[in-house]
């Protein structure tokens, strides 16, 4: 599926939706959850405004608490070893502005999970993963360095869901050993555990040899 270009009724004043008023409920702590972002400058590679969805739809799956699979895809510009940390950080906090009327962010951890709700009225009125897709695009895409987004969402089974837990791992240790250097700066290869990673992935060599660099130290590598 697409995303679509309605606007779905924003609600700001404490988007809360109670357990009674529930009607569907993705990544209760009691199943499996899996939530990660990802991004490239590489084109061609997301597909602008694809929608992937494995399992049933959200007005399909009223009265349920299902498993959740869900994975941002985004093409960015202009990311460089001054402004990635930031910008990343930017992004991952920007769905916690996603304030939707009948959809409720009820929590994120740092493993990867993320849960919410959705309310009966916002099922009548036909909330559904391409309204989701939707919103969460127009969200990304007002950072004017993403260019294009794409969205994986999994309900199907907790089989499935979890089969996104080895790409979300690697990609959460990627993104721990950038946070690692910008806010550690911490530059010493023998102490870290993100060796492995460095070694594999080209940026966060250029990161860590650029702040090098930045404190006048001998780049690595």
Not at 58 to 73: T, Y
Not at 108 to 136: D, T
Not at 150 to 179: C, H, Q, W
Request: aromatic share 8%; hydrophobic share 35%; with cysteine.
């Amino acid at each position: 599926m697409k995303t679509g270009e309605e606007i779905w009724p924003k609600k700001v004043q404490g988007n809360l939706v109670l357990a009674s008023d529930t009607a569907v409920e993705l990544g209760n702590p009691r199943c499996d959850s899996v939530s990660f972002m990802i991004w490239t400058q590489k084109p061609q590679i997301i597909e602008d405004g694809r929608v992937h969805l494995v399992g049933p739809d959200i007005p399909e799956a009223e009265g349920k608490s299902l498993p959740f699979g869900k994975v941002v895809m985004l093409e960015v510009e202009g990311m460089n070893e001054d402004n990635c940390y930031e910008r990343h950080r930017n992004l991952e906090l920007a769905r916690y502005d996603l304030e939707l009327d009948g959809y409720m962010l009820r929590a994120v951890s740092q493993y990867l999970r993320e849960w919410s709700r959705v309310s009966e009225h916002a099922i009548r009125n036909g909330f559904s993963f391409s309204v989701l897709a939707s919103e969460l695009s127009r969200l990304y895409r007002s950072f004017d360095f993403v260019k294009k987004t794409e969205f994986i969402f999994i309900t199907s089974s907790s089989d499935d869901v979890r089969a996104l837990y080895p790409a979300g791992e690697k990609v959460e240790k990627r993104i721990a050993a950038m946070n690692k250097m910008a806010v550690e700066m911490n530059f010493d290869c023998g102490s870290c555990e993100y060796t492995d990673v460095c070694t594999e992935v080209e940026g966060l060599r250029m990161i860590r040899n650029h702040q090098s660099e930045v404190l006048h130290e001998k780049p690595i590598g």
